[in-house]
């Protein structure tokens, strides 16, 4: 039978004597506290989304410009803007290349009315260019991405990466890893894969890319086909339509 020890009052204070006086909180430091209060929610969404552009070396300077001008136009596109503002959705692009190099081209964004669709396809246009990177890193891509749905300002049951490229992971962290950590999350990444170099990539990012709740990849043969293959996969992804695990778009212009 376990002996329960009963600390009287004198035997307290004198222990509390011994350990010396009892500090109270600086009124600076608690003032602060009361001021600050707690941390405030973030504004409510159907759906945060990170738009994930390559720039490495395998897409050239036009690629890239031509990454963003269908990013743009795709949000113009007004079965895009009425599927966004339906629900109401925030949304940033970045780009990316080699491990690490995550840069935020446009920041996050609010998309709940078709004049915020529009500005943000106009902030598409106006974003830095001359972005140029070396190997494709597409995990250390997603966990970065993934990392940008933390303090954005905005709160969604769904949060959805968006990757575009036309290569495969040839440095940094195994994408698979990161996909399977991040899916954990409650993240779901699509891909839209462009065809142009390997002609086999729908494959590699159907198993190391793709992951979390109706994830699917799309794939463009060319510039023809991506704007019609991004406006269809925003769509799908903000609708949060299922999808087959292959999806691939046959548009031509």
């Not at 991405?145 to 949060?159: H, I, M, P, Q, T």
Request: proline share 6%.
């Amino acid at each position: 039978m376990r002996r329960r020890t009963i600390l009287t009052l004198p035997a307290f204070l004198a222990g509390a004597w011994l350990a010396g006086p009892l500090r109270a909180e600086p009124p600076q430091r608690a003032e602060a506290k009361a001021k600050k209060g707690p941390a405030p929610a973030g504004r409510r969404v159907a759906l945060e989304l990170v738009l994930a552009v390559d720039g490495s070396a395998s897409i050239t300077d036009g690629d890239l410009e031509f990454q963003l001008q269908g990013h743009a136009a795709a949000f113009r596109d007004p079965d895009v803007s009425d599927a966004v503002t339906a629900g109401g959705a925030a949304a940033t692009l970045v780009v990316f290349s080699g491990p690490h190099s995550l840069r935020v081209l446009v920041p996050w964004t609010s998309l709940t009315s078709t004049e915020e669709v529009a500005a943000f396809a106009e902030r598409i246009d106006k974003a830095p260019r001359g972005f140029q990177g070396d190997s494709t890193a597409l995990g250390s891509a997603i966990d970065e991405s993934a990392k940008l749905f933390a303090g954005n300002g905005f709160d969604a049951a769904r949060k959805v990466i968006d990757i575009v490229s036309n290569g495969f992971s040839n440095s940094g962290p195994d994408p698979a890893g990161v996909r399977d950590r991040v899916e954990r999350q409650g993240i779901t990444i699509n891909a839209l894969a462009i065809l142009d170099e390997f002609p086999w990539l729908e494959e590699y990012y159907q198993e190391n890319v793709v992951g979390g709740m109706n994830c699917f990849v799309k794939t463009a043969m060319d510039r023809s086909s991506f704007v019609e293959a991004l406006r269809q996969k925003l769509i799908q992804e903000i609708a949060a339509l299922p999808a087959p695990r292959s999806v691939i778009a046959a548009a031509n212009f």
